[in-house]
């Protein structure tokens, strides 16, 4: 890419041409386009918990008469391999998509982005949609959208833009309806909170960080052998933590979760539910913001965490906001059976230099296995 593309001025070609309405989840490479809908075409762009749910809505979309977009970083092509290839396939549904290119090759990028990176196109190429690098001009981006439109007219398939880094220009911040901007003294920094869930549990915990900033500050303020940071793999980290706490009864396991995530392997709750380990804490840190990509709002303002996770069969399940009621809950939650659920109102917020984890992925997972089976 020799330029930026104005994140507006793609939003407008797009709808120009007829397509809408959009949906997806957030990758900073996309997360202006995001930020522009939001806040100019705000009844255009629909919040999706994952890729699958976001390609089937589209589908949905497509079916009562619309020319939907999915926005969705590359990883989240294993969440929309499914409804891409046995529904729009099958039904012949054509969608837009706009794909990030995380870990292109040559483009350093975090571990978690290597593999995917390498076989985005052709992952794309084998699931029979055709795919192009975004233009790096609007004239270029309005004629090559006319040939996708076309493309997807004659075959029914759908077709994806691959949009590399930088590929996208900023879009000036606004303020938005997050953790951050409410006036609420009582809200905690994540760090913060990690730290009170940290001193409760004690040494000998075993516990299971999300992706994302979770995992960094974890590892930054509490690193020890008994963690294990799960990078990549969004809102899996539940349901590894529940698969140690079934294989080592013996042990309290933790698991620190986020908004985003949960919401995107919602159903892990119900197994967790259903299978009640005794020993396993979720704890939810709720920002309700994808913070990572730009603060795009999760949706988790309109979810009950709480009443979701008494229906799933928690044995106890509460909500709290400041540093007294985290520790409150904390210990009662630890002094009775599990499975429980902590979730945890947070700001928005994070130090800006924090870093990438330093511990390499395979060694914290050798190093997490050691620690759990000695």
């Known amino acids: 890419m020799t330029r930026a593309l104005d994140p507006g001025k793609v939003v407008g070609i797009l709808d120009r041409a007829g397509f809408g309405p959009f949906t997806g989840v957030p990758c900073s490479y996309l997360g202006p386009v995001i930020s522009c809908l939001q806040q100019e075409m705000p009844d255009s762009y629909l919040i999706s918990a994952n890729e699958g749910e976001a390609v089937a809505m589209a589908a949905g979309a497509w079916l009562a008469g619309r020319r939907p977009v999915v926005i969705l970083q590359n990883s989240g092509l294993g969440n929309a391999v499914n409804p891409l290839t046995s529904l ?56 090559r959208l006319a040939v996708a439109d076309a493309h997807m007219r004659e075959t029914g398939l759908p077709f994806a833009f691959v949009v590399p880094k930088g590929a996208i220009a900023p879009w000036p911040a606004a303020p938005c309806d997050t953790a951050d901007s409410r006036p609420d003294s009582r809200l905690m920094a994540r760090s913060e909170a990690i730290g009170h869930v940290m001193r409760a549990v004690g040494d000998q915990a075993l516990v299971v960080a999300t992706t994302g900033k979770t995992a960094r500050e974890l ?29 080592a009864p013996t042990r309290q396991v933790v698991v620190l979760d986020g908004d985003g995530a949960a919401l995107m392997r919602l159903e892990t709750m119900a197994t967790i539910g259903r299978t009640a380990p005794p020993n396993l804490l979720h704890v939810l840190l709720d920002n309700e913001a994808y913070e990572s990509t730009g603060g795009q709002p999760t949706g988790s303002a309109a979810v009950d965490f709480t009443e979701i996770a008494a229906a799933s069969g928690y044995c106890s399940a509460t909500e709290v906001t400041g540093e007294q009621g985290l520790r409150a809950a904390l210990a009662e939650q630890l002094r009775h059976r599990g499975p429980s659920l902590i979730r945890v109102r947070i700001r928005a917020h994070s130090d800006p230099r924090l870093g990438r984890p330093a511990l390499p992925p395979p060694a914290s997972a050798t190093r997490f296995r050691t620690a759990v089976t000695a």
């Open 88 to 143: 729009c396939h099958t039904l012949r549904v054509p969608v837009l998509l706009l794909v990030t290119w995380r870990g292109e090759p040559g483009v350093p990028d975090e571990p978690q982005h290597q593999l995917m990176g390498g076989i985005t196109r052709s992952l794309l190429t084998g699931m029979e949609i055709r795919n192009e690098l975004l233009p790096d001009r609007e004239e270029e981006l309005t004629a």
């Open 219 to 247: 590892e930054r303020d509490w690193d020890r052998s008994q963690n294990l940071y799960v990078v990549g793999s969004m809102g899996c980290a539940s349901a590894v933590a529940l698969g140690v706490a079934l294989n």
